[in-house]
């Protein structure tokens, strides 16, 4: 496989906002098998510093997959994952959100009859009196650092009081995403972000994409929405039947949607990577 | 930051803005029913006039309410009331607890046994269970043994739940069986009596009031554990989605754990309550409490589906359930008619609360 490393690494970054050539995240032949069923096979990948890369591919190509062996949902068949630098193990969601992964899951794991600070802060939540379990709230700074978030990310909640399950589906999402951005990660995750989103609220999780470029935060956005990957990423990376089948770079508008169609389809495969054809 | 308003995005909201809490509801309930049996006094011919919860004849205790029924009342719901406490943070945990009733029973069996005096009027305790060495211990005594039982059983519950996957209903259905049984072959069914001074005086204290002490010291108590600390935060939201609790790093099969274990410890403490109020143990107290409790705990709002519910809720749902019945010996109707009328109310309390989750859904 080390040839197909060499050809990421030497990926060109002379024009555009280049990221840094340092690698955020690598994975090495990772692998996810469901009894039968190959659902992720020998994924060879590579994120850089401040790069926005898009995962695309059919329904079913193993993309959530792929996040999900990362952020320690699930454990993986085999394969490694390196992580700033080092082998990681992820035995849970927390573990990969205390080294600096926050995910956006295709599923909301949001909690609906709570509110917007207590869903920012779930599993973490800010106190003022250390008692085990039993640890006292601090709801004034849980407010304010919610406040901050979701001014920084430019969200828009009438109420934040309010319980999750009086919001429209954009609110609810932009919650999930503010949550990710009140925490400084070192690597955001987002499975199909504006799936189920209208038109303004699509935008409005784009303009906190276009946010997190500027801050220079690396994020991996899994999307089917090709004129959103074509505005919002340096490269596409793309699955299919579990497999990556293409590797593109789509900063100097060499490649177009029809391309990356024909990639997803099958039509077309990277020679580097004919095994998934 | 200031409270009152911010400007988010264009938007602004006001920081201190709520919803009409849910427990006002049950509130105006409580007060919509107490004022249904007093017109029902008023109108219906036998009643001469009578009133449920008022006597402005005030020469009596010195005030116009009626404080020996109100004393009834609260009373009646004490006992039940602390086991409701507990099945309040199963329930918002997404769970359900059937086996309080016969934790109650064990624990008044065995506690009870460790708070005997030697010497009833001179002779020696003709319901003695244990030898002289353990007669008249001091009343700590009983009450850690009650504690202990009530975590035990409690901490089995959560154990069962959490690691074994087997659905609440069933573990704590186990349990309430088990329980029942362990509580008759403790003496064999023989009814355990004669405490000491101390132990009888945790039930009987305070002129009569020690359990409301105790009911509504363990309920503010606990609302503030739910409301202000991390085991509140996280009951909600495991019963609310277990799965986003789950991803969330929420270490949810310990959580359940300790919910679980918190629900027997209450139970225990009831049993104390109960035991020591009725001077006796027998192997068939507390039959049909958890239903009660669950009674209560519905009544008060907190939803079957979990994540949505209030300790406030619980004790107003507590007070409903103790009118109602004070109401119908009050009307002189037969107890038959009342657990007829308790139970359409726990099915109007559940259609209620499904009316207003699929109201919730379709606004989202
Ligand atoms: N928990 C699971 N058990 C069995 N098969 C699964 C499971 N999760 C996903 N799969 C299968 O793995 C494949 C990839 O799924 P997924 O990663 O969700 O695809 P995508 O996100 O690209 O649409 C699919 O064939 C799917 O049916
Ligand atoms: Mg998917």
Not at chain 1, 24 to 47: C, M, P, S, W
Not at chain 1, 57 to 72: C, E, L
Not at chain 2, 28 to 35: E, M, Q, R
Request: proline share 3%; hydrophobic share 45%.
């Amino acid at each position: 496989m080390s040839d197909v490393q060499t050809n990421l690494y030497s990926t060109d970054f002379s024009h555009g906002a280049a990221p840094s050539g340092e690698v955020i995240l690598e994975t090495r032949g990772l692998t996810k098998h469901y009894g039968g069923v190959h659902a992720l096979q020998d994924a060879n990948f590579i994120l850089h510093k401040g790069e926005h890369v898009a995962i695309m591919g059919d329904n079913g190509a193993g993309k959530s997959t792929f996040v999900r062996q990362i952020t320690g949902v699930e454990t993986r068949t085999r394969g490694e994952v390196v992580f700033d630098g080092r082998p990681v193990h992820f035995e849970n969601p927390m573990d990969a959100r205390d080294a600096g992964i926050e995910t956006v899951f295709q599923t909301l794991a949001l909690a609906d009859q709570l509110d917007v600070p207590d869903n920012l802060f779930l599993g973490r939540e800010l106190v003022k009196f250390k008692l085990g379990p039993f640890s006292i709230l601090d709801y004034k700074a849980m407010r304010e650092r919610t406040i901050g978030a979701l001014e920084k990310t430019g969200v828009k909640i009438p109420n934040i009081r309010g319980t999750i399950e009086r919001m429209s589906g954009g609110q609810r999402q932009c919650v999930a995403i503010a949550r990710t951005a009140t925490f400084h990660s070192k690597l955001t995750i987002m499975d199909e972000p504006t799936a189920a989103l209208g038109v303004q609220e699509t935008a409005q999780v784009e303009n906190i994409i276009r946010t997190l470029k500027e801050q220079g935060e690396p994020l991996i956005l899994v999307s089917h929405n090709m004129r959103q990957v074509m505005d919002l990423c340096d490269r596409i990376v793309v699955f299919r039947r579990g497999r990556i089948c293409a590797n593109l770079d789509i900063r100097a508008g060499e490649i177009s949607g029809e391309d990356v169609v024909a990639y997803i389809t099958g039509a077309k495969t990277q020679p580097e990577y004919a095994d998934a054809a | 930051m200031s409270e009152t308003s911010h400007g988010i995005g264009g938007l602004t909201f006001d920081a201190k803005k709520r919803a009409w809490p849910n427990e006002m509801n049950v509130f105006i309930a409580l007060v919509a029913i107490i004022a249904i049996f007093e017109l029902l006094g008023q109108v219906l011919p036998y009643m001469n006039g009578q009133s449920l919860l008022f006597d402005f004849n005030t020469a009596r205790d010195g005030t116009i309410l009626n404080m020996v029924r109100l004393k009834i009342i609260i009373l009646q719901v004490s006992i039940i009331g602390i086991i409701a406490i507990g099945s309040t943070q199963v329930i918002i945990s997404g769970g359900i607890d059937l086996s309080p009733g016969s934790v109650v029973g064990l624990t008044a069996m065995v506690s009870m046994s460790f708070a005997q005096t030697a010497l009833v009027n001179g002779n020696p305790n003709p319901k003695a269970i244990f030898g002289e060495a353990f007669m008249d211990l001091p009343v700590i005594v009983p009450i850690i043994v009650a504690l202990a039982i009530g975590i035990l059983a409690g901490a089995v519950n959560g154990l069962l739940i959490a690691y074994t996957k087997i659905p609440p209903f069933i573990a704590t259905l186990g349990m309430m069986v088990a329980a029942r049984g362990a509580a008759k072959w403790w003496s064999k069914g023989q009814p355990i009596s004669f405490p000491t001074d101390p132990f009888a005086d945790i039930g009987n204290g305070l002129a009569g009031w020690s359990p409301v002490v105790i009911f509504i010291g363990l309920a503010i108590l606990f609302h503030f554990v739910l409301k202000y600390t991390v085991y509140g935060k996280h009951t909600y939201a495991i019963g609310s989605n277990e799965d986003a609790a789950r991803m969330s790093g929420i270490k949810v099969d310990r959580h359940k754990v300790l919910v679980y274990t918190i629900a027997g410890m209450l139970a225990g403490l009831s049993a104390l309550v109960l035991a020591s109020k009725n001077l006796t143990a027998q192997a068939g107290m507390g039959v049909m409490y958890e239903l009660d409790a669950i009674a209560m705990t519905v009544i008060g709002g907190v939803s079957l589906a979990g994540g949505r519910g209030s300790i406030v809720g619980t004790v107003l749902g507590a007070l409903i359930f103790g009118v109602i019945i004070s109401g119908f010996t009050y009307l002189r109707l037969d107890a038959y008619y009342q657990e007829m009328v308790k139970g359409a109310i726990i099915v109007a309390a559940v259609v209620l609360d499904q009316w207003r989750r699929g109201r919730a859904a379709a606004r989202g």
